[in-house]
């Protein structure tokens, strides 16, 4: 009796836990991140594998979390005036990079018969590489204060700006015109991000109230470290902009306040934690009927979607560095198609702009590439010899 009455989400979880776990000690034997270990968990225990965790909404809430807790740690390591020194390969390298993105995806789209609405927004899906693999993967190894981190890290988040005018883009490209309250939240919400890291800019450094006796609590410093990053989440979600964006400029307020040590402290375990249920819940989406009755199509994709992104990379980040080198770990970095581009996939499909079929395998082939950058990453710094080399 008392066993029928345990929730069935926790054997779930359990048994997550245990597969993570072997899969994880295997992994690092191979010194490879724990990220694959994740995705892999999520999909032999999703729907599509053997169906032990059923509650998908549950662990999508939960990696929704994770996200915005993992931004919330990256800004935390950002230094505002390094990006400002890098405003070039920010802006210019990230809007050329998209620009080429859609016009590969127009001369593939050519020869498909697609039409321009499909084109534009594919060409947006393929553009976003993923802050959450590359940042992990950059803290990791050490790199992401080097200057080939620092030029990943100015165009990953460059592209998680440039997500809401995409997202807009696209809803007009399936014929939804936002609303003028919409529009002007969303314009007011920019506004607002660009005045506070220019604030921080500017301030350089400054205290945050009450900070001496909070350090002194650790109880409270959870909390406060819980205020801040998912209160920054939701100011921006209320003016539209993704969540995860406005708990990395908490993330920045923090660094700017020097208190980055114990608010680390405080939330590490639950980053930890809700960060791999991310990761999870991405490899819950791979549907393996799908994949095993299309590979030939999917392979085909992932191929190119690596060939055209670590190429589009490479030679934007040379073009700013005059590095080969480091230009074409740089390319591989950013080789894998993001995380946010699965939003763009749904409000392409809930604007009926993709069918069906190519929504599962969009989706199909944002997952693995994700689970197979950390391999790609890896071959290439082989191949440039970057894992010999000090970390510049």
């Given at each position: 009796m008392l066993l029928a009455a345990v929730n069935p989400n926790l054997y779930g979880f359990v048994i997550l836990g245990i597969i993570i776990v072997i899969l994880g000690s295997i992994l690092r034997y191979f010194k490879q991140p724990y990220i694959v270990a994740y995705i892999l968990a999520g999909v032999l225990l999703g729907d599509f594998g053997f169906q032990i965790i059923t509650d998908k909404e549950l662990i999508t809430v939960m990696g929704d979390i994770g996200l915005i807790l993992l931004l919330f740690f990256i800004g935390m390591e950002i230094s505002l005036p390094d990006l400002v020194k890098n405003w070039k390969v920010a802006i210019i390298g990230t809007v050329v990079q998209i620009i080429a993105s859609v016009a590969l995806v127009g001369i593939l789209g050519w020869f498909l018969g697609w039409q321009s609405n499909r084109i534009i927004t594919m060409g947006f899906v393929i553009s976003l590489s993923s802050s959450a693999v590359i940042i992990k993967l950059l803290q990791d190894s050490g790199e992401i204060s080097t200057a080939i981190g620092k030029n990943v890290l100015s165009v990953l988040l460059m592209q998680d700006i440039l997500i809401v005018p995409m997202l807009i883009a696209t809803n007009y490209l399936g014929g939804h015109v936002p609303s003028v309250e919409e529009s002007i939240l969303q314009i007011?919400?920019?506004?607002?991000?660009?005045?506070?890291?220019?604030?921080?800019?500017?301030?350089?450094e400054f205290k945050i109230p009450f900070s001496e006796q909070v350090?002194?609590?650790?109880?409270?410093?959870?909390?406060?470290?819980?205020?801040?990053?998912?209160?920054?989440?939701?100011?921006?979600?209320?003016?539209?902009?993704?969540?995860?964006?406005?708990?990395?400029?908490?993330?920045?307020?923090?660094?700017?306040?020097?208190?980055?040590?114990?608010?680390?402290?405080?939330?590490?375990?639950?980053?930890?934690?809700?960060?791999?249920?991310?990761?999870?819940?991405?490899?819950?989406?791979?549907?393996l009927n799908f994949l095993i009755e299309n590979w030939k199509t999917v392979s085909l994709v992932i191929l190119t979607v690596y060939l055209t992104n670590h190429l589009i990379?490479?030679?934007?980040?040379?073009?700013?560095?005059?590095?080969?080198?480091?230009?074409?770990?740089?390319?591989?970095?950013?080789?894998?198609?993001?995380?946010?581009?699965?939003?763009?996939?749904?409000?392409?499909?809930?604007?009926?702009?993709?069918?069906d079929y190519t929504y599962q395998l969009t989706i199909i082939v944002i997952s693995l590439t994700l689970l197979i950058s950390p391999f790609w990453i890896a071959m290439t710094k082989r191949m440039v010899g970057r894992d010999k080399s000090p970390k510049t």
């Open positions: 007011v919400g920019g506004a607002l991000i660009i005045a506070t890291i220019v604030w921080i800019w500017r301030k350089k350090e002194k609590d650790h109880e409270l410093q959870v909390f406060v470290a819980l205020v801040v990053c998912f209160g920054g989440a939701i100011i921006t979600s209320f003016f539209g902009l993704s969540a995860a964006l406005g708990a990395f400029v908490g993330g920045m307020v923090i660094h700017a306040a020097r208190s980055t040590e114990w608010f680390h402290d405080s939330l590490h375990s639950l980053r930890v934690m809700f960060v791999a249920l991310f990761f999870v819940s991405i490899g819950m989406l791979i549907d990379n490479t030679l934007v980040l040379h073009y700013f560095g005059r590095n080969w080198k480091n230009s074409i770990y740089g390319g591989a970095l950013l080789a894998q198609v993001g995380e946010l581009s699965f939003v763009l996939v749904a409000s392409a499909l809930a604007s009926k702009i993709i069918s």
